[in-house]
DNA sequence: AAGATGATTGCCT
DNA sequence: GGCAATCATCTTA
């Protein structure tokens, strides 16, 4: 079914926790997600205003916005409505499907391991900036609803540096493949991170 | 046109 | 736990 991506990350966010994230033949079951807003939020990529790279997250909800980063790519969920900048960040899975892809792409990486992590995430299900801008509906990515986790908890970003007293950052506490909390270090020097 | 930066990872101690 | 690798993007000259 089509989830309600018309909201603020914000709000989106924590109703993500539990879906099902489909690209290819991997699917998986997202259990860790922050939430990034646009101006409000200095930690954004859209906080400055729209650029080449971030023109996604200005568009319609419902589409993915891929970014590379220390040569790894991380994925989000545009939501809000056009004109807006906001979005969820990927942040770890757990594979359901598509272990032959998803292992393949990870050699000599431990299956509760495969999608842990933004980067991790991305390669595990074969998503490159090629894909920036696709639709969520779409042939070869689709995002379908979820049964939610028993609890969710909620915290800090991991290595955002700025606005790093803002607990947008939702996960199952249940699920293995929950990246260990890393704070940036301006968020350890201000005593708001671990 | 050149230099600094970052929503990361993985290896080293 | 700490640090180097690595690269597209953004900032400044």
Request: aromatic residues 6%.
């Amino acid at each position: 079914m089509a989830l309600d991506l018309s909201g603020r990350a914000l709000e989106v966010a924590p109703r993500l926790v539990g879906c099902f994230l489909r690209v290819g033949e991997v699917m998986v079951r997202i259990v860790e997600v922050e939430a990034y807003e646009g101006a409000d939020d200095p930690a954004s990529h859209a906080w400055r205003g729209p650029t080449a790279r971030n023109a996604v997250m200005f568009g319609p909800p419902g589409r993915l916005y891929v970014y590379g980063l220390h040569g790894h790519s991380c994925a989000n969920v545009v939501c809000a409505p056009d004109g807006l900048a906001s979005a969820v960040l990927l942040r770890a899975g757990e594979v359901i499907e598509g272990w032959e892809d998803a292992r393949r792409r990870r050699l000599g990486v431990a299956d509760a391991r495969l999608a842990r992590g933004p980067g991790n995430l991305c390669r595990t299900l074969g998503l490159t900036r090629a894909d920036d801008g696709a639709a969520l509906a779409g042939p070869r990515v689709e995002l379908r609803d979820g049964p939610r986790p028993a609890t969710l908890a909620q915290g800090p970003r991991v290595n955002v540096g700025r606005a790093h007293d803002r607990p947008w950052r939702f996960w199952d506490p249940a699920s293995a493949a929950v990246s260990a909390y890393k704070a940036h270090p301006a968020a350890r020097a201000a005593g708001t991170g671990g």
